[in-house]
């Protein structure tokens, strides 16, 4: 699940805040590429902010807590994410779900935003380009993966979200003319599809498996990278730190969401204790801590060693499906979430420099 627009230059991959450049979701030197800046979208939709940039990271301080700590922590909350959509779709409807994460998230980053005295961006161009992005990094994707959560498991829909690195791959050779695929990444990108093909039992209908929400996850997966290449497009000479353009893009999500749902849904009746606790933990800790802590992480270890909390995303969202929700796992989930996870890996590799 993911959050902030950020974009970078010609020579990063687009997935931080602007102004800044970054890799995939922020980089400080790797070359440009979406389905690069998809991949981390993958882990991104988990909070779904933008990444730091290059200059961000130039400052940021070094926490007192060991990288691999957080690194940690990272990958639980995000695996934990979708079990926390399930909990909270159980007392909630789905945009109530939705609205809810983004009110909690908003505020984690606000608090910080006040704390480090940084203001908002300015300017209608860049509020505009903003709220596309947050309709395509936030509102939507949380969206469709709150209503898929309703009639699929979560660890098939964690497993889903693990298909932006592909979805990434496959847009950035149509929308990035400068991103120009290789064998071993459109390798890549069948191996993947492969992958989600296992994962849904292809060879016996499909049975067992909602289609309907198993397509409402697997196009949330493609919402993220659609909305870093446009940030790309849009926001890669901004000025802003990414703190402040990942709180105005929540902001605006949270807004998008609070003109939609009463539209479509009723107020409680009641307020369920558990199914609060799950919205308040997926939005505080899943949408804006998250965002905290990939931020430092990158700025600390690079986007390339923060990126690879992606692959461990699916394997948590299973783990705790199963464990703690009792959902039942055949075997060909985890056998198709590791070959999806193979081929996303497969997407990002680079060519050589011949230097």
């Known amino acids: 699940m993911s959050t902030a627009a950020a974009s970078s230059s010609s020579s990063r991959p687009a997935s931080t805040p602007p102004a800044t450049?970054?890799?995939t979701h922020t980089s400080t030197s790797a070359p440009a590429s979406a389905s690069a800046s998809a991949s981390a979208s993958a882990s991104a939709s988990a909070s779904g902010s933008?990444?730091?940039?290059?200059?961000?990271?130039?400052?940021?301080?070094?926490?007192?807590?060991?990288?691999?700590?957080?690194?940690?922590?990272?990958?639980?909350?995000?695996g934990f994410s979708f079990l926390f959509i399930k909990v909270g779709t159980?007392?909630?409807?789905?945009?109530q779900v939705t609205l809810g994460?983004?009110?909690?998230?908003?505020a984690v980053l606000a608090a910080v935003l006040v704390a480090k005295r940084e203001r908002l961006p300015r300017g209608t161009r860049t509020w505009a380009h903003l709220a596309v992005a947050a309709l395509f990094l936030n509102a939507l994707p949380f969206s469709l993966f709150a209503y898929s959560e309703l009639t699929i498991p979560s660890t098939l829909a964690g497993i889903c979200n693990a298909t932006s690195p592909l979805w990434g791959m496959a847009?950035?050779?149509?929308?990035?003319?400068?991103?120009?695929?290789?064998?071993?990444?459109?390798?890549?990108?069948?191996l993947g599809f492969l992958g989600v093909l296992t994962v849904l039992g292809a060879w016996q209908g499909f049975s067992g498996t909602d289609p309907r929400g198993t397509l409402m996850a697997?196009?949330?997966?493609?919402?993220y990278p659609i909305g870093w290449i446009y940030v790309r497009r849009t926001l890669a000479g901004s000025k802003n730190s990414s703190l402040s353009m990942s709180s105005a893009q929540l902001l605006l999500a949270t807004v998008q969401l609070a003109v939609v749902t009463p539209l479509f849904t009723t107020l409680p009746s009641s307020f369920p204790l558990v199914p609060l606790l799950a919205v308040v933990a997926l939005g505080a800790l899943g949408t804006g801590f998250a965002f905290l802590l990939q931020y430092g992480l990158v700025a600390e270890?690079?986007?390339t060693t923060a990126q690879m909390v992606t692959y461990f995303v699916p394997v948590i969202a299973t783990a705790a499906g199963v464990a703690l929700l009792g959902e039942h796992l055949s075997w060909n989930t985890p056998v198709g979430a590791l070959i999806v996870l193979a081929g996303a890996a497969l997407t990002q590799t680079r060519p050589r420099s011949r230097s």
């Open 21 to 23: 450049t970054p890799t």
């Open 90 to 95: 159980h007392g909630y409807a789905p945009l």
């Open 101 to 106: 994460r983004m009110i909690f998230g908003t």
């Open 50 to 78: 933008l990444r730091p940039s290059g200059s961000d990271t130039t400052n940021a301080p070094r926490s007192p807590v060991d990288w691999r700590i957080r690194f940690a922590v990272l990958a639980l909350i995000w």
């Open 218 to 223: 697997l196009g949330a997966s493609l919402c």
């Open 301 to 303: 270890v690079g986007p």
């Open 171 to 190: 847009l950035s050779v149509v929308a990035l003319s400068e991103d120009r695929p290789t064998r071993r990444r459109v390798a890549g990108l069948g």
